[in-house]
């Protein structure tokens, strides 16, 4: 299969004195998110979109909440890992698209910084990461921060694809090749060299 999907998601509940950090920066705000780790509600459902588009378990397989030496860890920590069983499996990232859903702080100043940040963190190019932001309107729920992500990842061309792939190349050229013979001897049209003239001749236009 040259491509398959993640879904991740993830939710923490804010709590006064805690440091706020979401998508991998840190936010001046009076709560932060409640958590194991440092409760970043966005490197958390990334990680889990990337993990499940290969099925290769959740952020608790690997950093069981019980062990305390993942006690305020880095979330980015929990993100290179699945990174690194993404191209274990032999895919690579395709796109992510995030949603964020939470009352305060407001994310759209911070939106191009977070999206910027969290392309470097999977070391991806910045127009395959999208990060968008809404109020969780009507739910009741100002006191929680939820993230959704849908993670598709490319499987990564192994050294006897390409090779396969540059022999389909060149055989396509041989074919050419017999054509333009066929073509040539059976029905006298002329054949292509690498000095054909131009479409248009300037001199002509002068
Ligand atoms: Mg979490």
């Given at each position: 299969?040259?491509?398959?999907?993640?879904?991740?998601?993830?939710?923490?509940?804010?709590?006064?004195?805690?440091?706020?950090?979401?998508?991998?920066?840190?936010?001046?705000?009076?709560?932060?998110?409640?958590?194991?780790?440092?409760?970043?509600v966005l490197l958390h459902a990334v990680t889990d979109?990337?993990?499940?588009?290969?099925?290769?378990?959740?952020?608790?397989?690997?950093?069981?909440?019980?062990?305390?030496?993942?006690?305020?860890?880095?979330?980015?920590?929990?993100?290179?890992?699945?990174?690194?069983?993404?191209?274990?499996?032999?895919?690579?990232?395709?796109?992510?698209?995030?949603?964020?859903?939470?009352?305060?702080?407001?994310?759209?100043?911070?939106?191009?910084?977070?999206?910027?940040?969290?392309?470097?963190?999977?070391?991806?190019?910045?127009?395959?990461?999208?990060?968008?932001a809404k109020t969780p309107e009507g739910l009741n729920?100002?006191?929680?921060?939820?993230?959704?992500?849908?993670?598709?990842?490319?499987?990564?061309?192994?050294?006897?694809?390409?090779?396969?792939?540059?022999?389909v190349i060149e055989s396509q050229r041989q074919l050419?090749?017999?054509?333009?013979?066929?073509?040539?001897?059976?029905?006298?049209?002329?054949?292509?060299?690498?000095?054909?003239?131009?479409?248009?001749?300037?001199?002509?236009?002068?």
């Open positions: 299969m040259n491509t398959r999907i993640g879904f991740g998601y993830d939710s923490h509940v804010f709590k006064p004195g805690v440091p706020l950090r979401i998508g991998g920066l840190a936010f001046d705000h009076p709560e932060g998110l409640a958590g194991h780790s440092d409760g970043d979109a990337l993990l499940g588009a290969v099925a290769a378990g959740d952020i608790g397989t690997f950093f069981p909440p019980s062990d305390p030496q993942w006690k305020g860890a880095d979330s980015a920590v929990f993100l290179k890992l699945a990174v690194e069983e993404l191209a274990r499996a032999g895919y690579q990232i395709g796109n992510l698209d995030i949603t964020l859903i939470l009352a305060r702080p407001k994310i759209v100043p911070v939106a191009a910084k977070m999206r910027a940040h969290l392309a470097e963190l999977l070391d991806a190019p910045l127009n395959t990461v999208s990060i968008k729920l100002d006191h929680v921060a939820q993230c959704h992500c849908v993670a598709l990842v490319e499987r990564i061309p192994g050294d006897e694809e390409l090779k396969s792939m540059s022999a050419e090749d017999v054509v333009e013979d066929l073509l040539s001897t059976v029905h006298g049209v002329p054949k292509k060299t690498s000095s054909e003239a131009p479409v248009y001749d300037t001199d002509d236009i002068t």
